[in-house]
């Protein structure tokens, strides 16, 4: 069965590193995007792309970055991890303008 | 900036009723419509899209779309207590090429046995 994975499930890291969490599809879906979550604002979008070689900045995309080798995989790299990057991040893909499909989130802490 | 905006709740309904999950969006121009359920600790997934205006039907849930007032609903009718959960209202502003979506911070849900 098409899934959708992220790895790794919880990830703990100290301020300063540099920490990718990994989304990967088998939908072979075109849109792919990232989001964190947190209390009080819900799913906010950091970075998505519409295929192989595109990506694109959502609204709080500083501190992150995101490159589109493939269809099937679209890692999430922040640069220097920061305490405000503590989070859940889901990932999710679509085919077209259908609803998402989510992966199932990475706990991210940052110490 | 386009919001999308639903009370936080906690909305609590007894076993067998209908519940009612609302929200409002700033851009009349917003394209489609989608209602996700979040159980505590899990990922959201995927219960309703609406493209136009009317009702949408599907099994206990109707999914209802007013682009006029820029308010689209959730009703679950016969709640279950697995029902309750964390109720996401999420819009599409662009069409074609430029699909993302922009969510509401969701609405929580108790049904009480």
């Known amino acids: 069965d098409a899934e959708i994975t992220q790895s790794p499930r919880h990830k703990i890291t100290e301020t300063g590193r540099q920490v990718t969490l990994a989304c990967h599809q088998t939908?072979?879906?075109?849109?792919m995007f990232w989001y964190r979550q947190d209390l009080g604002h819900g799913l906010r979008l950091i970075h998505y792309s519409y295929g192989v070689h595109d990506t694109n900045k959502g609204e709080v995309s500083d501190g992150y970055s995101v490159s589109r080798s493939n269809t099937e995989d679209l890692p999430l790299t922040l640069e220097s991890a920061a305490s405000s990057q503590t989070s859940v991040y889901f990932c999710?893909?679509?085919?077209?303008?259908?609803?998402?499909?989510f992966g199932s989130g990475t706990r991210l802490t940052v110490v | 900036q386009k919001e999308v905006e639903q009370n936080s709740g906690p909305l609590s309904v007894p076993e067998g009723a209908i519940a009612s999950l609302n929200c409002t969006y700033s851009d009349r121009v917003s394209q489609s419509f989608f209602w996700y359920r979040q159980y505590s600790g899990k990922s959201p997934e995927l219960i309703m899209s609406?493209?136009?205006?009317g009702d949408k039907e599907d099994g206990r849930f109707t999914a209802q779309l007013n682009k006029a007032s820029q308010y689209v609903s959730l009703l679950i009718r016969d709640s279950q207590p697995s029902d309750s959960a964390t109720y996401l209202c999420a819009v599409n502003w662009s069409g074609g090429s430029n699909y993302k979506l922009t969510f509401g911070k969701g609405t929580l849900l108790t049904v009480n046995p």
């Open positions: 999710a893909s679509s085919r077209d303008s259908y609803g998402y499909t």
């Open positions: 939908w072979n879906h075109n849109n």
């Open positions: 609406i493209y136009s205006n």
